[in-house]
């Protein structure tokens, strides 16, 4: 190869492969690959999106300074010690860059969310996983890859893609059994549909000490990800950093008025999530009933466990059939599942049926 070589670091990495939206030669196309809201963007966001139109010559106010204000009202934060970014994955990567680096390690979780690794590659760390016990993330697993080179150690809490909740006295013995100079990025993607009374999304252990820090996002419950908009919440020292690095306009003006405007959504999350939990238990049920595996989840998604890689393509490749696009799981380590997006209700008893047809014309072949 001639031409400028990039790092050594930069070939490692396997570029992440977004769920996909199109399929050729299908008019209408139900996109379940990327877990984004099951409503669309909410009407508040849309109206506010058109109303800026005329401003987009404009510079957006490069502290977010509306919107963090806006989420610290929704969630009771100080929003000083909130930073706004490009979706959340620039606040990873951020992360990786000013804690990780070339000597370091970053510590993830077998099936965790792949822009850890992606990231802490790109850092220049290694980024070491640790195996997981019944799709879930293991504590004790987790702490037994500490070493002096670790620096960060990252648990999505609900996991993407396995759905999976680490209980809120696991993540406090993670904390604890962590030395305290090793970074806790807590990523509450999904926490607005946990329903669980005991769940805390990160701001306790952010409170706690000042080696804590929690991400959340808004391509989720408030069906903004075109928007790309995520948060951080953590510590001083950690908020500091992120701002002395982050793009300098990292939110656009778009962004931020449509995000300040899902806030004040009345009943958006609520409704969101009520739908989610009743959607996802009923196609739980169904592919259960037929002898489908799927596995709990917490988030706006199910993984649905196939038993061999060769079942789960024949599906996957029978629902495209179909119009539906869920998502492949080879580059979790996962060949044998799918992941499906709740979608509305129309579209989780479309998925199923698809299903059922599936697995009669497997019945008939044999
Ligand atoms: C666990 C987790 N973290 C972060 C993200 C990235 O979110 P954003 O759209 O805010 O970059 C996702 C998106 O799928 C996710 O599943």
Redesign the pocket.
């Known amino acids: 190869m001639s031409g400028p070589q990039p790092r050594a670091d930069v070939l490692k990495i396997a570029a992440y492969v977004g769920g996909e939206s199109k399929l050729p030669g299908v008019n209408r196309v139900i996109k379940l690959s990327?877990?984004e809201g099951a409503f669309g963007p909410p009407p508040s966001a849309q109206a506010a999106f058109a109303r800026v139109a005329a401003d987009l010559h404009r510079y957006p106010d490069g502290g977010s300074v509306e919107l963090r204000r806006a989420i610290g009202e929704k969630f009771g934060l100080d929003p000083a010690r909130i930073v706004c970014g490009t979706?959340?994955?620039e606040l990873?990567q951020h992360l990786c860059l000013i804690y990780g680096g070339p000597g370091t390690e970053i510590i993830a979780s077998r099936h965790g969310?792949l822009?850890y690794e992606i990231a802490g590659t790109y850092a220049g760390s290694r980024v070491v996983k640790a195996p997981e016990r019944n799709l879930t993330a293991d504590v004790d697993a987790m702490l037994a890859l500490v070493s002096p080179a670790t620096r960060v150690l990252f648990l999505?809490n609900p996991?993407?893609p396995t759905g999976s909740l680490l209980p809120q006295p696991e993540v406090e013995r993670l904390r604890q059994g962590l030395p305290p100079e090793v970074l806790l990025v807590l990523?509450a993607?999904?926490a607005e549909f946990v329903e669980r009374p005991d769940y805390d999304a990160g701001v306790k252990l952010v409170d706690a000490a000042d080696n804590t820090v929690m991400?959340r996002?808004?391509?989720k419950v408030f069906g903004l990800?075109g928007m790309?908009?995520?948060w951080a919440y953590g510590p001083p020292g950690v908020v500091d950093a992120l701002n002395r690095v982050r793009g300098v306009f990292n939110v656009n003006l778009a962004a931020q008025a449509a995000a300040v405007a899902a806030l004040s959504e009345p009943g958006w999350v609520e409704r969101n999530r009520a739908h989610t939990v009743a959607a996802r238990g009923r196609l739980a049920e169904r592919l259960t009933a037929l002898g489908i595996k799927v596995w709990p989840s917490e988030g706006n998604f199910s993984l649905v466990d196939f038993g061999t890689a060769s079942r789960a393509d024949a599906a996957n490749a029978w629902l495209k059939k179909r119009g539906i696009i869920v998502r492949a799981m080879a580059s979790y380590q996962l060949p044998h599942c799918l992941r499906i997006t709740i979608g509305t209700d129309d579209e989780v008893l479309l998925v199923c049926d698809a299903l059922a047809e599936f697995v009669a014309a497997e019945g008939r072949a044999a």
Do not use: E, K, Q
Request: aromatic share 14%.
């Open positions: 990327s877990n979706g959340s994955d990873i969310f822009m999505a996991n993407n990523d993607a999904y991400l996002t808004f391509s990800g790309r908009v995520g």
